[in-house]
């Protein structure tokens, strides 16, 4: 079995040469074709950039892993990669990497000093596994290749104070687009997502009923999300959509549900539940049922009395 070495390529002009590609046209940013590689791949191939990658894949004949998950694809969809994110690319070796479609790149230096240099942690599918990547329609596609037909046509023209702008809301402009279109995925694709709320609030159920609870505490976004295989940051989005709360409210009020049921049938004292509940003291206990009741956990139990 061949070990898998990482490959980390540090900036836009090294990719373009590893790639067998002319010099990158502006050393920041990058639209590349991906009917212009033709170099043949390793069984396997670990790879780490030191930039933003955002590709448009259509009819990728392989297998992509990044974050928790491998995905295998058919149709046009929409990978957000993240400086410093490792990602692995499997055929079968020898063959040319069968793949169509866009590739753009952005290195950070090329936001240094702009807005966008902030707001694009802000978009959560930089970190969505693979499985997660964005599924485009026919029309959706077309948004996306014109705004990176937008941007080629900007960078190839002759740079001058306005490029850089110019450039910036196109890119603005695909990520909100982006925005849009999980939004409509997490309706559109509802199979998979109720199926996902269906194994949250049986996993949920299960760890509240078993002594973990109590041992190991309320558990993590970050523990949920594991456990279903998917990434925090897209099982908080889904939920979003589909129930108006976030992951860490969508615990918290399961929590409660079940501090409710302690506290109108059992004797148990505020204490004893707390610490059944997973809180190492009572008070975060009683101040967490008071912002989700408008209720003291006292207030409650002596409603039922």
Known sequence: MESKILHKIKTISEYHKAMGLPKPEHPLISVINYDSINLPCKAQMSLMFDFYSISLDRNFKGRMKYGQQQGD?????????????????DVDKGKMIDRSGWLLLVHPDFLWATSLAKTIKQYEYFSYS????LFLSEKEETAILSIMQNIVQEYQANIDKFSQPVILA???LLFTYADRFYQRQFISRKIANHSILNRLEDLL?????????????IPTVQQIAT????SPGYLSGMLKI????????YIHDKVIENAKEKLSTTSLSISEIAYELGFDH?????????TKTNFSPLAFRASFN
């Open 73 to 89: 694809f058919d149709e046009g969809v929409l990978f957000f990669i993240a400086p410093g994110q490792v990602f692995e690319i």
């Open 130 to 133: 693979a499985n997660e990547a």
């Open 170 to 172: 196109q890119l603005e």
């Open 205 to 217: 159920n299960t760890y509240f009923k078993s002594e973990a609870l109590a041992t190991d505490g």
């Open 227 to 230: 456990s279903l295989n998917v």
């Open 242 to 249: 589909l129930t108006g709360q976030s992951t860490q409210h």
């Open 282 to 290: 009572p008070q975060s206990f009683s101040r967490l049922f008071k």
